[in-house]
């Protein structure tokens, strides 16, 4: 079964900084795309950042220049590092990868079960 671990979640203050990351099991053999989804409670999830195999990297508006997203990929592993947090961040954190278990086998979308990022002002 394929999964993606998140871990670095927490409480931080405004202003503060937090971690997460990401692992996806070994039974993924390839990945695309990876990155990170977030939300708000009453809110639709949106995109946070994601990060193509070719290092493209794609940033919500409301995090650029706050958030940096980092891959390793021989160990299928996702960072976002997030600074300056703020309230407004307050969320569930969802990983998200775009993997093939098959050398041949077709594209699918995972998703890990979230971590929550709570900022205090």
């Known amino acids: 079964q394929v999964q993606l671990v998140e871990s670095g979640g927490g409480l931080v203050q405004a202003g503060g900084s937090l971690r997460l990351s990401c692992a996806a099991s070994?039974?993924?053999?390839?990945?695309?795309?990876m990155g990170w989804y977030r939300q708000a409670p009453g809110k639709q999830r949106e995109l946070v950042a994601t990060?193509?195999?070719?290092?493209?990297?794609n940033y919500a508006d409301s995090v650029k220049g706050r958030f940096t997203i980092s891959r390793d990929i021989p160990k299928k592993t996702v960072y976002l590092q997030m600074n300056n947090l703020k309230p407004e961040d307050t969320a569930v954190y969802y990983c998200?990868?775009?993997?093939?278990?098959?050398?041949?086998?077709?594209?699918?979308?995972?998703w890990g079960q979230g971590t929550q990022v709570t900022v205090s002002s």
């Open positions: 998200y990868a775009e993997g093939r278990t098959a050398i041949f086998g077709r594209w699918n979308d995972y």
């Open positions: 070994r039974n993924i053999l390839r990945i695309n795309d």
């Open positions: 990060m193509m195999r070719n290092e493209t990297t």
